[in-house]
């Protein structure tokens, strides 16, 4: 029977579904075949796709009638929505397509407990990106101490099972189109403003997330610094060099679909090792090696290389590390880091760090693993410093 597919997030799931005391065949299984993944024969990637936001469309109210419930959102941007939003008048989702990444994508959003009763009222936005193999659907990403806010908006948009928040190199593939940063921060961002009461400068709009969402927040705070004022990374994949072959050797994984081999017979449940079709191994940042310079795309793209973007922005960085069991990611991510807290003592530039170790005395529910325990405390010390920080930006 394959495993269901668990609701934690994370970067590679394999690493998180085994101890290797635990299950040992399963573990030298699971590295075998990440070994195996990383053998094969890369494709010459696809030219990079045009990234430009679809114009605005007709407007469709996601919901309808006097009932209390979510507002009604209106289209446009290259977002149409799909169905009616679902929820309450705080924590919702809606369902939408965009022509930037193939299917349907959900977008939860909650807002303070005052917000339908301050119609003259602006709030500030703090973007959570989730991991990877989960997506907003997840009711449980709608942490407590980001629906305690009683100052900001939080949005938590799709970022697909693999997506990387990036676009996609290879727009050719089997998973189709995969425009996540256009989709985010061309289409999303500029709805969401068009349609709730948000302060639009930077100083009152964040972006963080955890696991691959963590890297994505970096990636998207260092792309655009004109955007965002704050940013966290939480257990976040924050190194894509070459000091970090584990983490080029996860998102290889995921591309090529590798942990299906673990599946075994399907019962019609969902199996968590199974990320989507299968396509190139460079289909995202170009070959992971580094011979001959060829992985000079993921050196790009490596939020330590580029920590001097993030001047002028407020930086927290969590994560614990995983008791030191290298079969749990926390053990890697603590690696990475470490290694971005050193890029930014070399830029000179200031931040929040916290390593929680093995999560003694960081909340009730944390063992310093990749767990949604520790993160719920992660943002328990955070979101109160946000809010701060959007009260103190006037």
């Keep these: 029977m394959p495993p269901a597919r668990p609701r934690t997030s994370g970067w590679f799931r394999p690493f998180a579904r085994f101890a290797p005391a635990a299950r040992p065949r399963r573990a030298r299984a699971a590295l075998a075949a990440l070994a195996a993944v990383c053998l094969v024969p890369l494709a010459t990637p696809a030219a990079v796709a045009a990234a430009a936001a679809a114009p605005a469309t007709a407007a469709t109210p996601a919901v309808r009638g006097d009932a209390p419930g ?15 939003a679902t929820g309450s008048a705080t924590n919702f989702t809606i369902t939408v397509t965009t022509p930037q990444v193939a299917g349907t994508h959900t977008i939860r959003i909650l807002l303070p407990a005052d917000y339908a009763t301050r119609p003259d009222k602006r709030y500030p936005v703090f973007y959570f990106l989730h991991g990877a193999d ?34 996609w190199l290879d727009q ?13 921060l061309g289409q999303v961002l500029p709805f969401v403003d068009a349609n709730l009461r948000t302060r639009t400068d930077r100083a009152h709009r964040a972006v963080g997330g955890l696991s691959m969402g963590g890297f994505g927040a970096l990636h998207y705070a260092q792309d655009h610094p004109e955007l965002f004022g704050q940013v966290l990374t939480m257990s976040g994949a924050n190194d894509l060099s070459a000091n970090e072959m584990i983490i080029r050797g996860a998102v290889v994984a995921m591309l090529t679909d590798a942990g299906t081999v673990l599946c075994g017979p399907s019962d019609g449940h969902p199996c968590g090792w199974n990320y989507g079709p299968a396509v190139s191994s460079d289909a995202i940042f170009g070959s992971p090696y580094p011979v001959l310079n060829a992985d000079w795309r993921w050196n790009a793209a490596d939020p330590g290389s580029r920590a001097a973007l993030l001047a002028h ?24 880091a470490k290694r971005f807290k050193d890029a930014l003592d070399a830029a000179g530039l200031p931040y929040r760090y916290v390593d929680y170790g093995n999560g003694a005395g960081w909340g009730t529910d944390c063992q310093g693993g990749h767990t949604a325990g520790c993160w719920a405390q992660d943002l328990v010390d955070y979101v109160p410093r946000l809010e701060a920080a959007f009260a103190a930006a006037g």
């Excluded at 979510?70 to 009616?84: A, C, E, H, I, K």
């Excluded at 922005?313 to 603590?334: L, P």
């Design 313 to 336: 922005t407020g930086i927290a960085v969590y994560t614990g590390n995983g008791n030191g069991n290298s079969g749990d990611m926390e053990f890697w991510a603590e690696g990475t």
């Design 134 to 167: 989960d997506g907003p659907d997840d009711p449980k990403l709608a942490y407590p101490a980001l629906t305690a806010a009683q100052s900001m908006i939080t949005v938590i948009p799709d970022g697909g099972l693999r997506g990387w928040y990036t676009d």
């Design 70 to 84: 979510p507002p009604p959102l209106t289209d446009g941007f290259g977002l149409t929505q799909v169905g009616t």
């Design 172 to 184: 050719g593939t089997a998973a189709g189109a995969q425009n996540w940063e256009t989709f985010h």
